[in-house]
C-alpha cells in the first residue's frame, strides 16, 4: 500500500516510480517471480508476520512488482492506498465484499458492465446484501433512493457501453451528506482523463486489462482510495487470494508509463471519428462524451480532459444490419476486449450485455442495433475507410 505523496507531476510518477535496484544494478525493474520471501532471522520472520515490519511474505499478500503497479495507480488517481488484483471484476467484488455485510443496502447505476450487473443482482442478495439501481441521465433521483442501511454508491462514468456522464461531485456531495462511501470505475476514463478522488470519490476500481495494459495482453485490476478503505479491502483480499501475478503486474507498470501518450492518440482518433460518422445517414445517432451533440456534454467537458477511446452509434437497419456490419469490417477487430492498441468493434446486446434481459438492455440504451467502437491507435483515415465501407457493404 501506498502511504507517500507523488514528489512529481502524476504522468512523471508513472514512468519513475520504481521497485528499489538490486545488486545487479538493474535500469528496468526485474521481474519478482517467486511465491514467498526469506528472512535473515526468526526475530525477523516473526516481526513481519506480527505486522510489525512492510517486509514481504508471500506473493499472494504483496510482491515488488505488484506493489510497483500499485504506487503508479495512487499517484496517477492522487489516492491514498491501494490494491491490486487479478482482473477488474475481482476489484470490483473485493470492494464491495471487503466493505458491505449482511443486511447493508447498495445503491449502484443502472448503467454498469454486465458482469458487475450479475454480481449485483444475483450474488449479493445471496449474503443478505440487498439493491438499488438509479438512472445516471436523472441524478435528481439518487438521494431519495437512499436508505438508512446503504453503505455504498457505485457508479461507472462514462458507462459501459452507452457513455453516459454523471457529475462525481454531486454524487460526492450526497455520499458525504449521508456518510455512504462513493465508489467510481473510472475504467473508461482512466485517470489520464479524471481523477474522481479530487471529484470526492473515497474508492477509485480500475480493469487494468483495458487501457491501462493497452495491448490486450493481462489481465489485471485496482482499487484505490481512502487508506481506511484500502486496509478493509487488502485484509480481505489476502485471505481470499485475488492476487495479481507478479508478471501481470511487471507488464501492466511498464504500460502505464505510456498510458498519458497513448490516451491523447486514442481521444483524438475517437472524436475525429465520432464527428465523421454523425454525418453518416445510416445511422440513427452517434455518442461520444465531447461530441457537443452529447446529453452530459457540460458536464463532460467539465469533468474530464478528453473524450475517451470509445465511440457508440445506432444502426438504422437494428440487430440484422448490426450482424452484417460486423462482418463486413476488415480491419477492426471482433473482439471480447476494449482498450487496445487495435480498433475493436462489439454488438453488447448479444456479448457483454447479453446476460441482462431485453427490458433492463433497452433501459440502459443498449439497442439491437448498438456498436460499441474501441478506438485504437491506427491512422484515423484507415479506421473510418473500414467503418464506412462496412456501413455501405451492411445496407440492406
Given at each position: 500500500?501506498?502511504?507517500?505523496?507523488?514528489?512529481?507531476?502524476?504522468?512523471?510518477?508513472?514512468?519513475?516510480?520504481?521497485?528499489?535496484?538490486?545488486?545487479?544494478?538493474?535500469?528496468?525493474?526485474?521481474?519478482?517471480?517467486?511465491?514467498?520471501?526469506?528472512?535473515?532471522?526468526?526475530?525477523?520472520?516473526?516481526?513481519?508476520?506480527?505486522?510489525?515490519?512492510?517486509?514481504?511474505?508471500?506473493?499472494?499478500?504483496?510482491?515488488?512488482?505488484?506493489?510497483?503497479?500499485?504506487?503508479?495507480?495512487?499517484?496517477?488517481?492522487?489516492?491514498?492506498?491501494?490494491?491490486?488484483?487479478?482482473?477488474?471484476?475481482?476489484?470490483?467484488?473485493?470492494?464491495?465484499?471487503?466493505?458491505?455485510?449482511?443486511?447493508?443496502?447498495?445503491?449502484?447505476?443502472?448503467?454498469?458492465?454486465?458482469?458487475?450487473?450479475?454480481?449485483?443482482?444475483?450474488?449479493?442478495?445471496?449474503?443478505?446484501?440487498?439493491?438499488?439501481?438509479?438512472?445516471?441521465?436523472?441524478?435528481?433521483?439518487?438521494?431519495?433512493?437512499?436508505?438508512?442501511?446503504?453503505?455504498?454508491?457505485?457508479?461507472?462514468?462514462?458507462?459501459?457501453?452507452?457513455?453516459?456522464?454523471?457529475?462525481?461531485?454531486?454524487?460526492?456531495?450526497?455520499?458525504?451528506?449521508?456518510?455512504?462511501?462513493?465508489?467510481?470505475?473510472?475504467?473508461?476514463?482512466?485517470?489520464?482523463?479524471?481523477?474522481?478522488?479530487?471529484?470526492?470519490?473515497?474508492?477509485?476500481?480500475?480493469?487494468?486489462?483495458?487501457?491501462?495494459?493497452?495491448?490486450?495482453?493481462?489481465?489485471?485490476?485496482?482499487?484505490?482510495?481512502?487508506?481506511?478503505?484500502?486496509?478493509?479491502?487488502?485484509?480481505?483480499?489476502?485471505?481470499?487470494?485475488?492476487?495479481?501475478?507478479?508478471?501481470?503486474?511487471?507488464?501492466?507498470?511498464?504500460?502505464?508509463?505510456?498510458?498519458?501518450?497513448?490516451?491523447?492518440?486514442?481521444?483524438?482518433?475517437?472524436?475525429?471519428?465520432a464527428k465523421a460518422l454523425e454525418k453518416n445517414t445510416q445511422l440513427n445517432w452517434v455518442r461520444y462524451p465531447f461530441l457537443e451533440s452529447h446529453p452530459q456534454y457540460a458536464i463532460a467537458i467539465k469533468q474530464m480532459t478528453g473524450g475517451g477511446g470509445i465511440v457508440c452509434f445506432e444502426l438504422k437497419g437494428g440487430l440484422e444490419q448490426g450482424k452484417r456490419f460486423l462482418d463486413a469490417l476488415k480491419m477492426l477487430t471482433l473482439t471480447a476486449n476494449l482498450g487496445d492498441s487495435r480498433s475493436i468493434a462489439s454488438h453488447p446486446a448479444s456479448t457483454t450485455h447479453a446476460k441482462l434481459t431485453e427490458d433492463e438492455r433497452i433501459n440502459v440504451g443498449?439497442?439491437?442495433?448498438?456498436?460499441?467502437?474501441?478506438?485504437?491507435?491506427?491512422?484515423?483515415?484507415?479506421?473510418?475507410?473500414?467503418?464506412?465501407?462496412?456501413?455501405?457493404?451492411?445496407?440492406?
Open positions: 500500500m501506498n502511504e507517500n505523496q507523488p514528489k512529481y507531476q502524476p504522468d512523471t510518477e508513472a514512468i519513475r516510480i520504481q521497485t528499489e535496484r538490486t545488486w545487479q544494478m538493474e535500469h528496468s525493474t526485474p521481474m519478482f517471480l517467486t511465491s514467498s520471501f526469506c528472512y535473515d532471522n526468526v526475530e525477523e520472520m516473526r516481526a513481519t508476520f506480527a505486522d510489525e515490519t512492510d517486509f514481504n511474505i508471500y506473493s499472494r499478500f504483496s510482491n515488488p512488482n505488484v506493489d510497483e503497479f500499485v504506487q503508479k495507480v495512487c499517484a496517477l488517481e492522487q489516492a491514498e492506498a491501494g490494491y491490486a488484483t487479478a482482473s477488474g471484476m475481482s476489484a470490483i467484488f473485493a470492494s464491495f465484499m471487503a466493505l458491505m455485510k449482511a443486511g447493508d443496502h447498495l445503491l449502484s447505476a443502472r448503467a454498469i458492465f454486465g458482469s458487475t450487473h450479475t454480481v449485483v443482482t444475483k450474488f449479493l442478495p445471496k449474503w443478505g446484501i440487498s439493491y438499488d439501481y438509479f438512472d445516471v441521465t436523472r441524478p435528481e433521483t439518487v438521494e431519495a433512493l437512499i436508505k438508512p442501511n446503504t453503505k455504498m454508491i457505485f457508479v461507472e462514468t462514462p458507462t459501459n457501453p452507452g457513455l453516459d456522464v454523471i457529475d462525481m461531485q454531486f454524487l460526492a456531495d450526497i455520499a458525504n451528506k449521508h456518510n455512504i462511501i462513493l465508489n467510481v470505475d473510472n475504467c473508461f476514463a482512466t485517470p489520464v482523463l479524471q481523477k474522481p478522488i479530487l471529484a470526492g470519490a473515497h474508492l477509485v476500481t480500475h480493469s487494468a486489462t483495458k487501457w491501462m495494459d493497452g495491448q490486450g495482453r493481462v489481465l489485471g485490476g485496482a482499487v484505490v482510495g481512502k487508506k481506511e478503505l484500502i486496509k478493509e479491502i487488502y485484509a480481505f483480499c489476502r485471505s481470499t487470494g485475488p492476487s495479481m501475478s507478479p508478471f501481470n503486474a511487471w507488464v501492466l507498470s511498464k504500460s502505464l508509463e505510456t498510458l498519458h501518450v497513448r490516451m491523447e492518440r486514442h481521444c483524438a482518433n475517437a472524436l475525429a471519428l443498449i439497442t439491437p442495433g448498438f456498436i460499441r467502437i474501441s478506438v485504437g491507435l491506427e491512422n484515423i483515415k484507415d479506421i473510418l475507410e473500414d467503418i464506412e465501407q462496412a456501413l455501405e457493404a451492411s445496407k440492406a
